[in-house]
Each structure stands twice: as C-alpha cells, then as structure tokens.
C-alpha cells in the first residue's frame, strides 16, 4: 500500500480557511525496514529502555519560574531509542514531517474557529459549510473527528487499530513495546487488528510516541536510583501505582535493579485503576515479559473522586501500609476541574476547586519516601497531534504551573527534581521526601528542639 498517492492538497475547509497541508508524506511500504531490520528490532528484549546519554541542567530563567518557585534541580534529559535506531533515518524524518503536519492543520482549524476543543468534553464544536456552530454533534471518539479520518486514511488499518485503544494504558503497552507487536487488543483482550510495517513505523517514530517511551525509561531508571537508597533493593518497600495502566515503569525498574543486584527481591506493588482490565493486564504482564515476582495487590477505583482517595489514605495510616515511593505517571496530566465537572455534574457530586493540588498533597502525605508523576508540556513536539488522533482528555500545563501546584500543595521545593524527557515532550517530577524535611517534619522538628532547650533550662536551675 503506497501512501503517497493522495495527497489531499486541493482540500479547504469552507469559506477563508487555509487549505489542508499535504498529508501523504509518509514512504512507500515496501521502503519500510529490510528485512534485516526487521529481525534487529525482534533481537530487542521486551518492553526495551533507552539509553541515556546525557543530563543536561536548565537554568529556570529559560522557563520562565520565578525565584519563590524554584526546585532543587532541573534537567534535559537526552537518550537513543533503540527502537526508533532499528529505523531508517529518511522513513523517521517522513514521520516527524506528517505529524508535524497534522499538527499544523489541527492548530489553524483551532485559529479560525473550525474546531473548538470544549474543556471536559469528549470532543469539540465544529462550524458548518456557512460558518455557524453545529452543537451537540456525535462523537464516538475525543479530538478533531475530521482530522482523525485523514490520520486513519494514511496510517492504514495497523494502526487504526492502535487509535482504538486510545485512551487506555493498552495504548501506552502499545507504544512502550511496538518493535513486538503483532495483534493489537483492547483492554478488554478482544482483536481489534493485525500490526502491519506502516502501523509499526508510525508509532515507532511519531515523536510523542518517542516521548512515551523516554518516559517509561526515565521511571524506570528512577526507580532503580531510589533503590540505592535502601542499599541496593526495593525487596519489602510498597510501591503505589495510581492510573498508571499495566505499571510497566516500577516493573522495569526492579528488573533492571535485579540485574544489577541478583540477590535482590521485588517489591510489593500496590496498583490503583478505575479499570478492572488494567489491573489484570499487570498481572499478565508482570507473569510474562517483566518477570516479575513482587506481591501485587489490586484496588479497583476512581482516583478522581477526592473522598474515596482521602478514606484509603486513612486505611493505609491507621493499618501501617503506607506506600514507600508512590507513582502517577501518565495520570495527573488527566486531573482537571472541567473534566471532573463534565463527569460529575450530572450525578449532584461537588468538584472540590483545585483537584490537581488536593491529588498531590494526599500522594505526597501518604507516601513515606518519595512520589512521581508527570506532566506534558503545551510547547513540546507538536501537541495537537493529541487532538489529530483523539488521545483523550490530557492536560497540558508547563513547569511553572505544575511547581506551583506542588508549592500550593504543601510540598518543599527544596525536594523537587525536575526532568524533561523526550525532546520536550514532557516534564517528570520527583519529589524525595529523604532529601529535605516536610513542612510536618520542620514543625516537629522545631517542637522538640523547643522541649530539649526547655529541658536543659530547667536541669541547669535545678543545679
């Protein structure tokens, strides 16, 4: 199948609007990995990480944070993806100019009205042929439907069949191990499709899938550095999953801790997902390519509803299982006020303001040691590829947003190490509670500093 042969120049889309940009840039079929190639990619061990190469510091003036906002570190972090190195570097740059495409298109229909993206809906307003609003259109599907048709007419059924598992944490498996994919499941395990060589290449390449997997990476490796901590092993320590889908990022990071440390045991995960299927496809996972032998215990609900969240933290104080280190990566980015209130609305539950701070101060004072999370940024590559493809409901906030948010939540900057991954295309945040004491722990640090000098006063009277 040659995906060159329409490329939908002559398209406008009513009235004064610019005409669509040519798509069909993507390289033949028969272009795609020789089939050396092929088997190269196969050679890679399941669910493989990048390698980093390097870290380098950013001074906050470039990101605009002000001083009362500062964390303790920022950095760049750069890597290979030995997914996309198996790649023809001409088919690579094919990829990034379609979705840099796409993006484009999706921005100017944003800019001249055509599509509306509504907060905490499940798509957008669109404009007829005579420039009105058509409201209340069906959508099956989140983002820009238009846009999303031209995406499945060039990418092929592959993946299409991908785009249907949006956006659930199969879509993330997908993408964190493409080089192995063969037939593509839902979440709930029903065929949706064959992975062909353009499917595997589009998501191979596309830059916010290099941006998934950068991150996937730099949680594992976060872990494994975490680790050192507690000299050398997780082996007793609970680790709190939070929306993350199959949790292949704590996974990871033991495996590798493992390799290093063959005497090392695997910890005891806690996985939280308002999706029954995600939970057990960290159990498959974790029987299959990750090979992990840790304790898994599952808990099946909604992280966004604040009083569920507020009563299981209280469970794990009141019976001693506080999580040691705890992880929301891929899922803070979706806690937002509008969402909530389009969800809730209807059925009379009051959205607290603010959901993002309240999530992360009950993480932060659950968790003993450390909690992550992560965060996409609004000016990395070419994010309205996000609405192209109808990924659903993320959020996208820079880093002085989100540091505010941790600051507002309580939580010490001084604590704070800021990471952005994947060419820009997000931003993780570790929070070591190890590293500087809690506003709590100043307090009572400060108490007992007062009674001890209390003491003294009164024993040297008394002599």
């Known amino acids: 199948m040659s995906l060159t042969a329409d490329r939908q120049t002559g398209h406008t889309l009513g009235g004064d609007i610019s005409p669509l940009l ?33 870290e380098i510091p950013i001074d906050p003036d470039t990101l605009n944070i ?28 094919a990829v990034s100019e379609w979705v840099h495409s796409l993006s484009t298109y999706v921005r100017r229909r944003k800019d001249k009205g055509v599509y509306t993206r509504l907060p905490g809906s499940a798509g957008g307003t669109y404009l007829d042929a005579n420039g009105q609003h058509i409201n209340g259109r069906a959508k099956k599907y989140w983002g820009d439907q238009e846009t999303r048709e ?3 007419a060039d990418i092929g059924p592959g993946a ?11 879509a993330l498996e997908i993408v964190e191990d493409i080089s192995h994919v063969h037939e593509v499941q839902d979440d709930k395990g029903r065929h949706l499709g064959t992975m062909d060589e353009i499917g595997r290449l589009v998501i191979t390449a596309a830059p916010a899938a290099r941006g998934i997997r950068a991150r996937y990476t730099d949680e594992a490796y976060t872990f494994v550095n975490l680790a050192e901590g507690y000299g050398g092993t997780l082996e007793g320590k609970r680790i709190a999953s939070h929306g993350s889908g199959s949790a292949p990022g704590p996974m990871k990071g033991a495996q590798v801790i493992r390799r290093k440390n063959p005497d090392a045991r695997d910890p005891h995960l806690w996985h939280y997902d308002i999706n029954p299927r995600a939970i ?8 299959g390519d990750m090979a992990f032998e840790g304790p898994i215990t599952q808990r099946v609900m909604n992280l966004l509803n604040p009083l569920k969240m507020a009563v299981e933290g209280l469970k794990l104080r009141l019976t001693g299982k506080r999580p040691h280190i705890s992880e929301s990566e891929g899922f803070w980015e979706y806690i937002d006020r509008d969402l909530l209130q389009a969800i809730w609305s209807s059925k009379g539950v009051k959205v607290p303001e603010k959901p993002e701070v309240r999530f992360l101060k009950r993480v932060y004072r659950d968790a003993k040691d450390a909690i992550m999370f992560s965060q996409m940024l609004p000016d990395g590559p070419d994010p309205e590829f996000l609405d192209a493809i109808g990924w659903g409901h993320v959020v996208l906030r820079d880093v002085p947003t989100v540091l505010r948010a941790i600051k507002e939540a309580g939580i010490p900057l001084s604590q704070v190490d800021v990471r952005i991954v994947g060419d820009g295309f997000c931003a993780r945040y570790i929070v070591d509670k190890r590293s500087a004491p809690s506003r709590r722990e100043r307090v009572i640090q400060r108490v007992k500093r007062t009674l001890a000098l209390g003491s003294l006063a009164t024993a040297s009277q008394n002599t």
């Open 150 to 152: 031209r995406v499945i």
């Open 280 to 287: 057990d496809a960290t159990r498959e996972l974790a029987r």
């Open 160 to 170: 299409e069949a991908w785009l249907g598992t949006l956006p659930t944490g199969r």
């Open 66 to 93: 002000p001083e009362d906002l500062r964390p303790r570190s920022i950095v760049r972090v750069e890597m290979k993806d030995p997914q996309v190195e198996a790649l023809d570097p001409d088919d690579v740059a």
């Open 22 to 54: 040519p798509f069909g840039v993507l390289p033949n079929e028969s272009t795609i990995l020789a089939e050396d190639q092929v088997d190269d990619v196969a050679g890679l061990e399941p669910f493989p990480l990048n390698t980093i190469t390097a």
